[in-house]
Structure formats: C-alpha cells, structure tokens
C-alpha cells in the first residue's frame, strides 16, 4: 500500500472529522423502543421480604451476543440511508454515526447493499421491502456522477454530489460493486440488470499506471492520480472485478505487480502482510469472496494467509496483556478506526513495514477487529466478543461501539459503516456461509478467478 496517498488521507480526514474507507456518514432515526414492563403486584396475603443475596447478572449466551451484533449492526445501515424517494441521494448510507451528518461513503453503500440481503434471511425485513430499497438504491448509482466508471469517495448524503473535495477511489468503488453484484445475483431481474449496467460502465484499465502495471489509488480531478497499490493490502476484491470484466478487463500482470512480503510474528508461521499490518486488509476482500478453495498461480492460499494473519494478531495480544489495559486474549485485532486522538489508519501490529516500525498502538481496540476474523480464529473471536459484551459503555443502538481504550478510560462516540459492515457481513459467513454462497455463483467473481490463473483444490 503507498505510505504517501494512506498518509495524505489520515491527514484529510483527521481535518475533516469523518473515517475513511480504509486504504481505506439523513433524518435522525426514531428513539430506541423501550419494552413495557408490567409490575406484578403481590397478592394480599403475601409477604416480601429483602433479599440479602444480590441476583446475579444473568451471562448470555455467544448466540445472543452475535444476534446483538449483528441486528445492531443491519440497523444501522437500515436507519442511516437517505429514505426520501424524491432525493438524488436516495439510498445512500452515512459513512459514520452520530458524526459526520450529511455524509455518505460509496463503500457503506456497497456493505449496506449486502446488509439487505443478510437482512431478508434473517427476518429483520422483508423480501419486499429490501427489493425496493435496493431498486431505489441502483437508480441512485446510476445517476450520480462518475469518472470512467469509479465514483467519488464521499458524497453528500442528500444531493449525491462529490463532498470534501474528495478523491475518486477504486478501492472504494470496488467494495461498492460488491453490494451492487450481490444484490443483482439475490434478486435477479432488473436489479441484476441494473447492477449489471453499473459495473460494465467501469473502465477497469484505466486506473492502471501501465509502465508499472500497478493500479494507483485514488485520482483527485485539481491533482490527478496518487499513490499506488504497491502492497499487499484489502485490494484483492479490486484484482478479481478488473480481471472479470468483459468492457475492461485488466491484464493479470497487474495482480502479480504488488509486493509479497513474507515474515511471520512469533513462531508462527510466514505469511505475506499488509504494510500498517491492520487487520482489516486481511478481511474485506474476504467478506464476499470464498478463498478457502482456491490457490493462485503461485501456490497461495489467501484464506490460509489471513488465518495466519489473524493468528500473528491474537498471539501479540496475548503476549501485551500484561502491559496494557485493553488488549489481551479477550480484546484483540488491531485495525483502522476511531480513537482518543480521532480516526488513525495506522493501528496496527507486528509484523508492519519492513522492519516493524510502521505501525501504531496505543491500547485502543475495536470489535470489528476480532468479529471481522472470525472465519479465520472463530473461538477466539468469539472469547472477544462475550468480553465486549460485558463493557456497558461499549454498547450502543447499533450493536457494539467503534473502538475503545482502558488505559485512557476512552470509549467511541460513533459508529462506522465499514466496521458494521465487515463485522455484519462475517458473522453471518460464519454462521452459514451466506454471503459466500451468493457471490461465489456470480459469473463477474468465477471469471476474474479463473483470469488471474487461481485454481480451484479442493471440490
């Protein structure tokens, strides 16, 4: 990943107040419903007396706290869209909440789209009711305004416009075409068709510096192209949907063009690693797109890489419980997000870099950071999140808060779409491989696989 363009974006949105898709938020909602309780009044001949023994807090059950999770997290991007059908912004999906009003970001919109989907399954809404939000929703991309295909990173919440100056983003757009290509393969019809007319109207090559066959990363209007997907990092979903084009299709030697840097942490063992090492990059990609089979051209397994990943992060927290606060064995997964000095993209752990410097600790955690991997450590993700559970500040309307930090005594005001995404998304891919089982079907997804030279090992 370029240390230059990630830099620039920490700085924009630190100035700006609102997170980034991690290189990568509409009316307020109605009041939580509070449930009625009726008082059973004793009979008369009854006699209370006081208890000397406290009654135990009853401990839930891991079902019901992934339950929490995930219908908070559905909520949100349920409640945070722009509803007003008369809207040009219509459909779109905060990028945070309560801040950043009026904001939306393409990527929230690309995981709220899958949260629908997940939605219909599990009985928060109907099959109607998300046929229409998502119909509405195509409309709305189909109108906005676009450069070669790819949209802005941030757009006003209300008038679809490009907001902050922000930079057009193909990492962004990509995660966004994974909620557009999902929902035309749930729903079929016109929603596939429009999903479709969204994705072929993307012009894949020409976000590729051919004299290095690297994509760069962002593309400012007043500047130009900036940075580079040099590194390993979240962008295979990028790779895959270039190479499975039929309008602009990328040649595979941009997917061979990034840095693969093995190390391992500990005595685990070596796996190739993103530059700040925050665990998300070993996850979004994996949201939609079943890996666990599939080995490229030269032999790697990218699930298998993200377990070790995932495994590199538990044992470091396991090895700083003692000298921290927050992190340890039930709070780990260090990743992108909000914390006491504002949003930082460089939380991380080691192994980061070349030589475990680049990277930020600071005892501040957020859930998604363990939910997010728990295909990959399902135990202890689930260890995680019955910790979180217990920490009343860190819960809220939308499932768990953004990130908190017990040596600070710091607890997240807001939360993020793409954490809620991931973390909704994973969960319910953990339950019963539900995402996977739409997006592996879809014709974009098994042509850029097959494409990119990956093989398919186990049947």
């Not at 949003?343 to 870099?353: I, L």
Request: with cysteine; charged share 20%; net charge negative.
């Amino acid at each position: 990943m370029s240390k230059f363009l990630l830099l620039c974006l920490i700085a924009a949105v630190a100035a700006a107040g609102c997170a980034p898709a991690r290189m990568t938020p509409s009316p307020a909602p109605p009041p939580e419903a509070t449930p009625s309780v009726i008082p059973i009044s004793p009979t008369p001949t009854e006699t209370l007396m006081p208890s000397l023994t406290p009654t135990p807090t009853p401990v839930p059950s891991i079902d019901e706290v992934i339950e929490y999770e995930m219908k908070g997290s559905f909520d949100f991007f349920w409640e945070q869209a722009n509803t007003d059908a008369g809207s040009p912004g219509y459909g779109l999906i905060r990028d945070r909440y309560p801040g950043g009003e009026g904001i939306a970001s393409i990527a929230s919109v690309g995981f709220g789209l899958t949260a629908y989907l997940i939605g219909v399954e599990k009985g928060y809404i109907t099959y109607q009711q998300a046929y229409e939000r998502v119909n509405g929703t195509l409309d709305t991309l189909l109108s906005l305004e676009r450069v070669e295909g790819f949209y802005y990173h941030f757009l006003n919440i209300r008038t679809g416009k490009r907001a902050w100056n922000s930079e057009v983003s193909n990492i962004d757009t990509a995660i966004l075409m994974m909620g557009v290509l999902s929902a035309g393969e749930y729903f079929g019809g016109e929603i596939a068709e429009k999903a479709r007319r969204i994705y072929d109207g993307i012009n894949w090559r020409w976000f590729v510096d051919e004299n290095r066959d690297l994509f760069y990363m962002g593309y400012v209007p007043e500047k130009g192209f900036e940075g580079y997907w040099d590194f390993y990092a979240e962008q295979l979903m990028l790779f895959i949907l270039a190479a499975g084009s039929d309008t602009s299709p990328i040649d595979p030697a941009v997917y061979d063009a990034f840095t693969r840097h093995y190390v391992k942490y500990g005595d685990g063992q070596p796996f190739i690693h993103s530059w700040f090492n925050s665990i998300f990059t070993y996850q979004f990609s994996h949201a939609w797109i079943d890996f666990r089979d599939y080995v490229d051209r030269d032999g790697v397994n990218w699930f298998d890489n993200s377990v070790e990943a995932s495994l590199a992060h538990y044992n470091y927290a396991v090895r700083m419980q003692d000298k921290f606060q927050t992190i340890g064995p039930n709070a780990w997964g260090l990743t992108a997000c909000d914390g006491p000095d504002g949003y930082d993209g460089r939380y991380g752990a080691p192994p980061s870099g070349y030589d475990n410097t680049v990277h930020r600790v600071d005892d501040t955690v957020p859930p998604a950071g363990a939910i997010g991997s728990i295909v990959f450590l399902p135990e202890q993700a689930k260890q995680a999140m019955l910790n979180y559970y217990s920490i009343e500040r860190l819960k809220g309307r939308y499932g768990f808060k953004d990130a908190y930090n017990l040596s600070k005594n710091w607890f997240a005001s807001d939360v993020i779409g793409i954490d809620k995404g991931i973390s909704l998304l994973m969960l319910a891919n953990d339950q019963n491989d539900f995402v996977y089982s739409v997006m592996m079907k879809n014709e974009v997804i098994q042509k850029g696989l097959q494409r990119l030279g990956f093989d398919r090992v186990k049947e």
